[in-house]
């Protein structure tokens, strides 16, 4: 165990205070100045390990002959492939689907057009050069894993941007478009391009934003503050039914985005449908930093949030145990905390709750790829010069992970074709980011990312490691199917790291649209298996063949898991208790929202 500990703070930066002066007192800084003006040029992102890694792949292909005549077939039977498509086009007029070559995710080529010479020979010729692409990055012998994903995703984020569906004289749905309007659409495009780099350029949110404010249209949930420290405010709201279950709902979301995704319209709020199911609910609301909260750290966020609004939950509502519920990054936090109170014999968590979370870091997806000792360093001295990851920075990188959705569709769509920018409660969230302490995203990206401290035991809590199999309480854990943040196979891997019953769902949609399912949207599904602690392990793959969809939301058989765990219903608990320092000093939804 003592080499758990010393390995452990050998990966966390020390206090500026304990670090030796450099023998030229100014010489780091000159270096990190430099290397955070490489990083505003760069988007962030480190260009070294992308050269390291094309040079791996490269002197492995060189030594492949074998490799090398495989891609060569490859590429002799695409382009014989094209070429027959070609000649059957030009001669009898044929047509092909290209939408049946390309990956299931990819939309860009379902519409009928595609199927029409010349523009299916366009799309045919794109896929064939995505698969061959895609083979040469993602086989090799002797290349490093992480070195083929890098290549693999930078090869395929180079090729979506010369993709033929991104320009008018090769794609047939904006042609059309600017045939049936003649030729407004451009017009209209190119002011929707202006006005977005307009607001952008004066730090506004998108025009399809403006219908959803805090507090007005989204975040509505009627409570009160009743707790504020240096780094949350927590909301009480008020009950909706004569009667609640004893023990109280305290909600951890991620402090990468605003707490109000739980809380959206009064539609899609899971906070009003766990009121409706005869619930009390206390939500965290995380403060948006500034430079000033540069030296933040992670375990802060658990004595001055979690911690205190735990409490709070127990004062006010005279229970004993809270139901923990952690989203995402507040996910991994509540995992963190309630492992610390496991092995200190704290009992005051009923159950446990994990929103697309990860306790396990080994397999976490895409999101990993920016996650390496160069990248992190150069993070870390351009967050040293401004005191925070800014929030455009980290939606970069989001961004990038759905690079077809999230920004090619939308120069096609919005600028292309002239179409309005979508307006929805869940994508007016996620334009409203926050910022990132430097102390707490360098512990964060190195601790996790880099280390998997906490699946390994070596996560330090208080001086002492923690560990997640100390954990008895109930675990109900929520996968995504199409999670690019917390892959569900990772979010899974609580199966193997929790000594307690756990509760696995996977429902389809992504990390935020999987998360937001309200009922009554026929176009979800999910799957809900328990696992008893004596149980045999049974891996993902598996899982998914034995446990079948059910249709709709998995919000119901959710709020059914926490009444199992709960007590008879009581009357409602007071709204705050002023005699324990816990009055309503604000209503919902605070203050921090709006920072």
């Known amino acids: 165990m003592q080499t758990a500990v010393s390995d452990h703070r ?23 100045y430099f290397h955070a003006g490489l990083a505003a040029l760069t988007g962030g992102f480190s260009p070294i390990p992308l050269q390291t890694a094309l040079y791996n792949w490269a002197a492995h292909l060189a ?20 070429a027959g498509l070609a000649m059957q086009t030009a001669m009898a007029g044929g047509t092909s689907e290209p939408a049946a070559r390309a990956l299931p995710q990819d939309r860009r080529f379902r519409h009928d057009s595609w199927r029409i010479a010349p523009y299916a020979l366009y799309a045919e010729a794109f896929l064939g050069i995505e698969r061959w692409w895609r083979e040469a990055t993602t086989g090799g012998h002797g290349i490093a894993a992480a070195d083929r994903a890098l290549l693999e995703f930078v090869a395929r984020q180079a090729l979506d ?21 003649g030729g407004r659409c ?33 975040a ?52 009003n449908h766990l009121l409706e199911a005869g ?15 540069r030296d933040v750290g992670f375990d802060d966020y658990r004595r001055l949030g979690l911690l205190p609004a735990l409490q709070a939950a127990l004062a006010i ?80 990188t989001f961004n990038l992970l759905r690079s077809n959705d999230l920004i090619w569709s939308k120069i096609v769509k919005q600028y292309w074709m002239g179409d309005p920018e979508p307006s929805f409660d869940i994508m007016a969230w996620a334009t409203d980011a926050t910022r990132m302490p430097y102390r707490m995203h360098s512990e964060y990206l190195r601790s996790m990312y880099l280390n998997n401290d906490l699946a390994r035991g070596h996560f330090l809590v208080d001086g002492r490691p923690v560990v997640v199999q100390d954990i008895r309480a109930p675990v109900f854990a929520l996968g995504t199917e199409w999670d ?57 793959e598996a899982w998914v063949r034995q446990v079948p969809p059910h249709p709709g939301s998995w919000w119901p058989a959710w709020f059914e898991w926490l009444a199992q765990r709960s007590g008879a219903p009581v009357a409602p608990p007071p709204m705050g208790r002023p005699d324990l320092g816990l009055a309503e000093t604000a209503p919902a939804p605070g203050s921090y929202v709006l920072g």
């Not at 009923?350 to 992190?376: H, M, R, W, Y």
């Not at 009922?519 to 891996?539: F, K, L, S, V």
């Open 10 to 32: 050998q990966t966390l930066p020390a206090p500026e205070s304990e670090r030796p002066a450099p023998i030229l007192p100014a010489e780091a800084d000159w270096d990190r």
């Open 63 to 82: 030594t492949s002959p074998a490799r090398q005549a495989e891609l060569s077939l490859l590429m002799v039977q695409e382009w014989t492939r094209f």
């Open 161 to 181: 941007t010369v993709a033929p569906s991104n320009f008018p004289a090769t794609n047939p749905e904006i042609l059309e478009r600017i045939m049936t309007t």
């Open 186 to 218: 451009l017009v209209e495009g190119a002011l929707n391009a202006a006005e977005d780099w307009t607001r952008k350029a004066s730090g506004q949110r998108p025009r399809s934003t403006d219908a959803f404010v805090v507090g007005k249209t989204v």
């Open 220 to 271: 509505t949930a009627e409570g009160s503050v009743v707790l504020t420290t240096p780094l949350c405010e927590v909301i009480q709201y008020r009950p909706r039914t004569a009667t609640v279950r004893p023990e109280p709902v305290l909600m951890i979301p991620a402090w990468i985005m605003k707490y109000y995704i739980l809380d959206l319209s009064p539609a899609n709020s899971l906070v």
């Open 279 to 293: 619930f009390t609910v206390f939500m965290i609301s995380w403060k948006n930093p500034t430079p000033e909260d």
């Open 317 to 396: 509502t005279g229970a004993r145990r809270a139901h923990g519920v952690g989203y995402c990054l507040g996910g991994t936090l509540l995992a963190i905390a309630a492992a610390a109170m496991a092995r200190d014999g704290d009992d005051r968590l009923a159950s446990l709750s994990f929103l697309a979370a990860q306790t396990d870091f080994e397999e976490a997806g895409e999101l990993k790829l920016f996650v390496n000792e160069s990248q992190v360093s150069l993070l870390e001295d351009m967050m040293w010069r401004q005191g925070v990851l800014a929030a455009p920075q980290m939606q970069g």
């Open 484 to 540: 690019h943040v917390a892959p569900w196979r990772s979010v899974y891997k609580f199966n193997l790291l929790a000594d307690s019953e756990v509760t696995f769902v996977l429902t389809n949609g992504g990390h935020n649209q999987g998360v937001v399912s309200p009922p009554g949207r026929h176009d979800r599904h999910y799957r809900i298996a328990t696992r008893q602690e004596q149980d045999r392990y049974i891996d993902p």
